[in-house]
T-cell receptor, first 113, second 113 residues
Framework: NAGVTQTPKFRVLKTGQSMTLLCAQD?????MYWYRQDPGMGLRLIHY???????AKGEVPDGYNVSRLKKQNFLLGLESAAPSQTSVYFC????????????FGPGTRLTVL | GENVEQHPSTLSVQEGDSAVIKCTYS??????FPWYKQELGKRPQLIID?????GEKKDQRIAVTLNKTAKHFSLHITETQPEDSAVYFC????????????FGKGTRLSVIA
């Protein structure tokens, strides 16, 4: 049982390049989330999904797109990367139900030059 | 929507002393309040949570208290140890299952040996 995994762990992009971050969970969780973490800013929600085929915007969605084609996977895309998107990205998941534990992935450190 | 404020942003204590981190929330409908610990370079992990039908919960050296009237909750760590040094995040959410957690900006706790 791997829990929540993220691919890749590190990535360096040039401004304007695109990339996709993959989050996978093997806990059969319905809800999945993408956060970014910047110094002094805490964990800010980018997008989330409450089920396969559904997505919703979080606090800071601009510049990102997501897809949840399979229940176990949640993809975060950057179509045209900007230096402001340099951050550590965390994926998380939890079961449906108001107070179940939310589990985080190990994070992806992205640098945009 | 919900807003969670966390104080202080940094906290230094001597080993063996107690540490207290406080959070306030804005939405009176929120009723689930978890606390996460994030060690340097690692993912956030749940350490304790509290639901609004209780006022206090303890787990060994950590405890959380909740004041629904004042809309604030606190994390208490007693007999601090160097391994307690980390960033701590509070969060809150409503009882409806698909409402994402809203996180505070974090408190960096340093335990000085």
């Amino acid at each position: 049982n791997a829990g929540v995994t993220q691919t890749p762990k590190f990535r360096v992009l040039k401004t304007g390049q695109s990339m996709t971050l993959l989050c996978a969970q093997d806990m059969n969780h319905e809800y999945m989330y993408w956060y970014r973490q910047d110094p002094g800013m805490g964990l800010r929600l980018i997008h989330y999904s409450v089920g396969e085929g559904t997505t919703a915007k979080g606090e800071v969605p601009d510049g990102y797109n997501v897809s949840r084609l399979k229940k176990q996977n949640f993809l975060l895309g950057l179509e045209s990367a900007a230096p402001s998107q340099t951050s550590v990205y965390f994926c998380a998941s939890r079961r449906a139900g108001s107070t179940d534990t939310q589990y985080f992935g190990p994070g992806t450190r992205l640098t945009v030059l | 929507g919900e807003n969670v404020e966390q104080h202080p942003s940094t906290l230094s204590v001597q080993e063996g002393d107690s540490a207290v981190i406080k959070c306030t929330y804005s939405d009176s409908a929120s009723n689930y309040f978890p606390w996460y610990k994030q060690e340097l370079g690692k993912r956030p992990q749940l350490i304790i949570d509290i639901r609004s039908n209780v006022g206090e919960k303890k787990d060994q050296r950590i405890a959380v208290t909740l004041n629904k009237t004042a809309k604030h909750f606190s994390l208490h760590i007693t007999e601090t140890q160097p391994e307690d040094s980390a960033v701590y995040f509070c969060a809150g959410s409503m009882n409806s299952g698909n409402t994402p957690l809203v996180f505070g900006k974090g408190t960096r706790l340093s335990v000085i040996a």
